[in-house]
């Protein structure tokens, strides 16, 4: 059973344009909502997180936006540059759980920008 | 700091063979994972530990064993490998959940071929 499911698994955007990826999740506990980049030989490494207390973080050229009632959130990239091609993967877990909070993962978007 | 770092970063085995994976941080964290990643499918949540001397399983832990005897060291081990257990293996840690940042770092992975 998938617990989160990302789309599209693939992107191409041109250089400037805005890349969206989105995730919808299945279990209502899950309360903690991270995106992860990662780059070609290299570990994911933490891009931007939220709690659904909120409905959107920005930070950078970077937003997510985030529906509870839907149970949907998304990446946004604004001014998409050539440095963000990469596979980009969103999670989400029981943040504020007693236990150790592994990640659930999406199956992950691969992101090209365009030149 | 190192951060998260893993040895080996290849391995080749064949089936039937044993191997440990080992992963050290260097960042005094409590939580440790190990997750797979397998094309198309994301990451997957293999053994966690949420401190010394203990440890749980994930998503995916048939086939793998895990020990946590030092604090900033988590080993996962493979006493027969298969086939299937072609991946790439990555160690993460965080500081214990509930806290304002869950950040989960990772390590650059090992990716395993079993033949």
């Known amino acids: 059973q998938q617990q989160v499911k990302q789309s599209p698994q693939s992107l191409i955007v041109q250089k400037g344009g805005i890349s969206i990826i989105n995730c919808a999740y299945e279990n209502t506990a899950f309360d903690y909502f991270p995106w992860y980049q990662q780059f070609p030989g290299k570990g994911p490494a933490l891009l931007i997180a939220i709690r659904p207390d909120v409905s959107e973080k920005k930070e950078g050229r970077f937003t997510i936006s985030f529906n509870k009632s839907a149970k949907q959130f998304s990446l946004h990239i604004m001014d998409s540059q050539p440095g963000d091609s990469a596979t980009y993967f969103c999670?989400?877990?029981?943040?504020?759980?007693?236990?150790?909070?592994?990640?659930?993962f999406g199956k992950g978007t691969h992101l090209i920008i365009q030149p | 700091n190192a951060g998260v770092t893993q040895t080996p970063k290849f391995r080749v085995l064949k089936t039937g063979q044993s191997m440990t994976l080992l992963c050290a941080q260097d960042?005094?964290?409590?939580?440790m994972y190990w997750y797979r990643q397998d094309p198309g499918m994301g990451l997957r949540l293999i053994h966690y530990?949420?401190?010394?001397?203990?440890?749980a399983k994930g998503e995916v832990p048939d086939g793998y064993n895990v020990s946590r005897l030092k604090k900033q060291n988590f080993l996962l081990g493979l006493e027969s490998a298969a086939p299937s257990q072609t991946s790439v293996y990555f160690c993460a840690s965080s500081y214990r959940s509930g806290l304002v940042n869950n950040e989960q770092y990772f390590g650059p992975g090992t990716r395993l071929t079993v033949t």
């Open positions: 960042m005094n964290h409590e939580y």
């Open positions: 530990s949420v401190g010394e001397g203990t440890t």
């Open positions: 999670a989400a877990s029981l943040y504020s759980g007693g236990g150790a909070d592994g990640l659930t």
